[in-house]
């Protein structure tokens, strides 16, 4: 059952994770914005957050300071992988980076709770490259992305549990990024009730700083 309703997503349109404020920069972005809903099947969900929660466990939810970005929230920096979350995460690397990217060490895990939300910005361009790619477990959310110099706009996704979302170039450069808190949390008219969400998050080195170039990697972004 769950298998061939993972395949019944592949048959539906963009639109139904994707909406913008208009064609333009729905196109301009279909390349730089992308989300593959069902990406991870229910068993590989599974072995994710049974890897994580223990480590997420182990730590106390955030409520930071009032011009932070990231509010309700607990994370870590994990390089160390089983061998079944290191197949994923494989496949995750061919599905959003060129051969020719490399990734920052370690895997960026963010747990947020239900009332967590993460406020519009922009990844540093000094630590994180081109591309940034994030698998969503548990609850549903929806990324805006808004021009940072053209307010008007904007692209929505909708990140069910199991998705994958990747953004690159101009949606990562051009736009600021923010998972909306629970009271503003639609999709189009479409309401989309939070709950704890834990993201699994790859980046780019920053173009410059692969092996045998200048700078040390970052400890985290
Ligand atoms: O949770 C996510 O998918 C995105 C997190 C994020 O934007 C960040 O840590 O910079
Ligand atoms: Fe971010
Ligand atoms: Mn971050």
């Known amino acids: 059952m769950a298998a061939s309703g993972r395949l019944a997503l592949g048959t539906l349109p963009r639109s139904s994770w994707v909406r913008g404020s208009g064609p333009a920069v729905l196109s301009r972005l279909r390349d730089a ?19 994580l929660e223990p480590e997420l466990r182990r730590r106390r939810y955030e409520y930071a300071h009032w011009d932070a970005a990231i509010h309700g929230f607990r994370e870590t920096e994990k390089s160390r992988w089983s061998e079944a979350s290191r197949a994923i ?4 690397q061919a599905a959003a980076f060129s051969p020719g990217q490399t990734l920052l060490p370690s895997v960026h895990v963010l747990d947020l709770e239900p009332r967590g939300y ?11 490259g081109a591309t940034i790619a994030g698998l969503s477990l548990l609850s549903p959310s929806v990324m805006r992305l808004v021009h940072t110099q053209e307010p008007g706009e904007w692209l ?13 170039g101009s949606a990562r450069y ?13 999709f189009g ?20 700083m692969g092996p045998g170039g200048p700078g040390q990697p970052p400890p985290a972004c």
């Open 33 to 51: 914005a992308l989300v593959r809903p069902g990406f991870l099947s229910t068993a590989e969900e599974e072995t994710l957050s049974r890897e």
């Open 89 to 92: 995460l494989q496949r995750v």
């Open 118 to 128: 993460i406020k519009p910005h922009v990844d540093s361009i000094k630590f994180c």
């Open 156 to 168: 929505e996704l909708l990140l069910e549990p199991g998705s994958l979302y990747i953004l690159r």
């Open 174 to 186: 051009d736009f600021s990024h923010e998972i909306l808190r629970d009271e503003e949390s639609f």
């Open 189 to 208: 008219g479409r309401r989309v009730p939070r709950g704890r969400r834990i993201s699994v998050i790859c980046r780019s080195l920053p173009e410059g």
